[in-house]
């Protein structure tokens, strides 16, 4: 078997080839970002669905700002109702993230383990320390006990300074205190928060905190990886350096011993192409500025 780095455009070109130990360490190194990509499964839904609770916020209040008089009661209904969708996928999300989190954690390095321990410790962290993370920690039971969570879209208009001009446009998604505090399950410490904000508060700053927490959270759970991604990651960007500029994917071509036929012919062989998982590198190239060792 000989291996080549090539790209794969409208054909195949080759640019070099590799020796057997190379091929080895891109191995080495590829199988390392795959299965921390595999384990990073479920916190990219929690990211994606993060992004569709955004994005579905900022194009309402494009609409908005683009033609005010649009909004009626119709479009307000269906904007409760998509932003209550994508916060209940976020919400459960984020819930899934968690539980499997530390199931996989334990299976894997047991109950004792530093791994689990600092996991639990970073989860405790967030709570203990955000009132955010509690309170959407427990929103996902209140969801399910007793319906949507959102109570109303709030759009408004504003110019400043006056007749200048100069109007800005703003949305916020509202929660009802009162109606919240008619579920009797949030405990005893999240009550009391929830007794103290104001009767309609906006939920979009407490999903933005707790998502700083869930990130927190991830960093702890990867961080006694990061040596082996960040060197995995190098070797693979270092490969690569010769295709920089070339217009097409970068790849690894295998190419199987030539055989002969009894009449001398040459037997058809087929090429094996595999592309260099670059958007895992690019996902730890961002982990290393965030937490750089």
Known sequence: MTYKLGVQGKGITTIRDLGEKEYEEYRKASVCLLDFSRDQQLYTIVLLNYDDFLDTLKRYSQKYAENPRMVNWILM???????????????????????????????????????????????????????????????RNYSQHCGMPLGEMTLSSEENPPYSGNISHSLAANFSRDELLKFNLWGTRIQKEITQLPPKFDIIPHVVETMKCIKEINLVLVEEDLPELFKSSEFIEQLINPVQGKEGIPCILRFPEINRRANGEIEKIKIEITNIPLHIVKIVRNIKKMKPL
């Not at 047991?110 to 709570?127: L, P, W």
């Open 77 to 139: 209904e269906k904007m409760v109702l998509d932003t209550n969708r994508h916060l209940l996928n976020l919400l459960s999300s984020i819930r899934t993230f968690l539980d499997h989190t530390q199931t996989k954690l334990t299976k894997r390095y047991g109950d004792q383990s530093s791994r689990v321990k600092r996991f639990k410790e970073a989860c405790s962290k967030s709570y203990n320390d955000s009132f955010s993370y509690r309170f959407l920690s427990k929103l």
